[in-house]
């Protein structure tokens, strides 16, 4: 196996990062990257047999002596490795950067955290734009189609290859949740805790059709040309229509309502044509547009493929049967106005984990951003984190044998 770096990974914190213990930046990081897997080497769960895998990480705070105060934070769809800080010559932080640092929820002053970008995304690690070193051109739509615990096991040799055995917690919001529950089911030996926020088990219909039609609107573009648009513009039309379908399902009426209303946009009566009429058009349109120069659109069809497959109850029986003995400890934050994963989906999961007797705390924080709370709501969920979090530290579970590795 062949590593891209081999420094130590055990800090990565910029030149500016804060050592103090009030909230503050991480100020400059590093995204780093290593090839975890060799040609055909990763057995996927849909029988294919793949590799070679290259992985984007970072990594923020110091590791422990003992390697016990490690935190994985999983991404959602269109993240990335980049969690937190900033990097040279960008001036927007990272995605949770309103949650780990120091001082933040995710305090770097105590805890060493990391986050990677997932297999199939376009932010570093291998996925359909990537090259295939067979042909030496980008995979396209001859990427294997990957799963949830897909990307988890290849998270767990990002973790073995960083020296940690054990983690104190797994954490992530929408598809970070979902990671972070097939890691409790995957790897209940290596996970001390989870924290899932506004996510599910498994996508209902619902969710499913919405997913689609996202994909289908990227397919109908002929610029998609069956996945092999590299090196010219690509499908932008369909891309930019299939965020809009997204973001759309990210908000919530009252936010929308609150923030757009049936105000016009730069104009004081109706242009009766299809020309821009209202702020929301507006503001859906700039989304769009600005995803289309930040993704890959095979990346996005791929990574919703494996939001639809994700259904940690099928392989197993029931809910309760999956987390039947798990010894990790479970807090479950939902927001009252997110229509895209209701609370009840994950209220669901933990009301399974305490049948099987385990230890799960659920918190309905009440919200009108929807789903996209999870990335704005830091005062209301930073108490409930660092509160539980103190309480894993404290509390002996079933595997504790003192040491992370």
Not at 16 to 42: K, P
Not at 154 to 179: E, F, K, P
Not at 309 to 315: A, E, I, K, R, V
């Amino acid at each position: 196996m062949t590593k891209k770096q081999s420094r130590d990974a055990t800090s990565s914190q910029g030149n500016e990062s804060v050592a103090s213990s009030e909230r503050g930046s991480l100020g400059l990081v590093e995204t780093h990257s290593v090839d975890l897997f060799d040609e055909d080497e990763l057995e996927l769960e849909s029988g294919v047999r793949f590799g070679p895998i290259t992985v984007a990480y970072e990594t923020y705070g110091t590791l422990s002596p003992e390697r016990d105060n490690v935190i994985l934070v999983c991404h959602a769809l269109s993240g990335g490795a980049h969690a937190a800080g900033y990097l040279p010559g960008q001036k927007k932080p990272g995605w949770w950067d309103i949650m780990i640092g120091p001082g933040k929820a995710f305090d770097t002053n105590r805890y060493f955290v990391v986050c990677s970008n997932v297999l199939g995304s376009c932010y570093g690690t291998t996925g359909p734009s990537s090259i295939d070193p067979k042909t030496g051109r980008p995979y396209a739509l001859r990427f294997p189609v990957v799963t949830i615990r897909d990307m988890v096991q290849v998270q767990a040799r990002l973790l073995d290859y960083l020296g940690i055995r054990r983690v104190l917690c797994v954490t992530g919001g929408s598809m970070g949740g979902m990671q972070a529950l097939q890691w409790a089911v995957s790897y209940p030996e290596r996970v001390r805790s989870v924290i899932a926020i506004a996510t599910t088990h498994r996508h209902s219909a619902q969710q499913i059709a919405f997913n689609e039609v996202a994909r289908q609107a990227i397919m109908a573009d002929p610029a998609w040309n069956g996945g092999d648009y590299y090196g010219t513009p690509g499908p932008r039309l369909g891309l930019a229509v299939a965020r809009m379908i997204g973001h759309i399902t990210y908000l919530s009426d009252v936010s929308m309502e609150r923030k757009f209303g049936r105000r016009l946009r730069n104009r004081e009566r109706y242009g009766y044509d299809f020309s821009l009429d209202f702020e929301v058009e507006s503001y859906l349109r700039y989304q769009g547009q600005s995803f289309v120069e930040r993704f890959d659109a095979n990346s996005l069809l791929y990574l919703t493929k494996a939001l639809d497959y994700f259904d940690l109850s099928q392989n197993h029986g029931s809910l309760t049967r999956a987390f039947a003995g798990s010894p990790s400890l479970y807090l479950f934050i939902t927001f009252s106005s997110d229509w895209l994963y209701p609370p009840h989906q994950l209220k669901e999961v933990a009301q399974a984990i305490r049948r099987g007797g385990g230890d799960a705390s659920y918190c309905e924080i009440n919200s009108d951003y929807g789903h996209d709370a999870f990335l704005l709501e830091y005062a209301a969920q930073e108490p409930l984190i660092r509160s539980f979090l103190d309480r894993v530290q404290n509390t002996t579970v079933a595997g504790d044998t003192g040491e992370g590795i």
